[in-house]
């Protein structure tokens, strides 16, 4: 989370609100906890990667790094996470938040077992069910990657 950011007025989600969130399970649930700065515009999400995830199985033998795709995805999980926070009766709700385009993505470091990957995501567009979101992910305070993520919630 940035430095200027009141921690008294961040709502923190755990798994099982997240899991009421977004329609994602095991092994493709990306996001760990919720850290939602506004609700609808701009979060942290956050994924606790170890080496017990199955994609390090083969990506790669001997040096294991968390596929690029899988952090975008683990942003876009985050950014529709976000969206959804904004409606207070989420749990009531049948959601789901469809990729539609990723533009600028760019790799900057390699998440490794042992790193907390932090996707920062903030909202820079909305038309009706249509968002876009500026996402980092970061460890350490370092960029590992980032995008410009759009996507749709559907009902």
Same mark, same amino acid.
């Given at each position: 989370?940035s430095?200027d @950011? ?5 709502k923190? =989600?755990?798994?099982?609100e997240?899991?009421?969130m977004?329609?994602h399970r095991? *092994? $493709?649930?990306?996001?760990? %906890?919720?850290e939602?700065i506004? *609700?609808?515009e ?9 080496m ?6 083969g990506h $790669? *033998?001997g040096?294991?790094v968390?596929? !690029?795709?899988?952090?975008i ?6 950014? !529709?996470?976000? @969206? ?5 009766? =989420?749990?009531?709700?049948? /959601?789901? @938040?469809?990729?539609? #385009? ?5 790799? %900057? +470091?390699q998440v490794k077992p !042992?790193d &907390? ?5 903030? +909202?820079?567009k909305? %038309? /009706? ?11 350490d305070? &370092? @960029? #590992?990657?980032? #995008?410009?993520?759009?996507?749709m919630?559907i009902?």
């Amino acid at each position: 989370m940035s430095e200027d @950011v009141n921690t008294s007025e961040v709502k923190v =989600y755990h798994i099982e609100e997240i899991m009421k969130m977004l329609p994602h399970r095991y *092994p $493709f649930l990306l996001v760990d %906890r919720l850290e939602v700065i506004e *609700p609808g515009e701009k979060g942290v999400g956050i994924k606790n990667v170890t080496m017990n995830e199955e994609f390090f199985q083969g990506h $790669f *033998p001997g040096n294991p790094v968390m596929p !690029g795709v899988l952090q975008i995805e683990a942003m876009a999980q985050t950014a !529709g996470a976000v @969206v959804i926070s904004q409606d207070e009766h =989420y749990a009531d709700t049948k /959601r789901n @938040v469809l990729f539609m #385009a990723v533009d600028g993505v760019k790799f %900057r +470091k390699q998440v490794k077992p !042992g790193d &907390q990957l932090r996707m920062h995501v903030e +909202k820079i567009k909305a %038309r /009706r069910n249509i968002f876009v979101f500026k996402g980092t992910a970061m460890v350490d305070g &370092q @960029v #590992a990657s980032e #995008a410009e993520l759009t996507a749709m919630i559907i009902e």
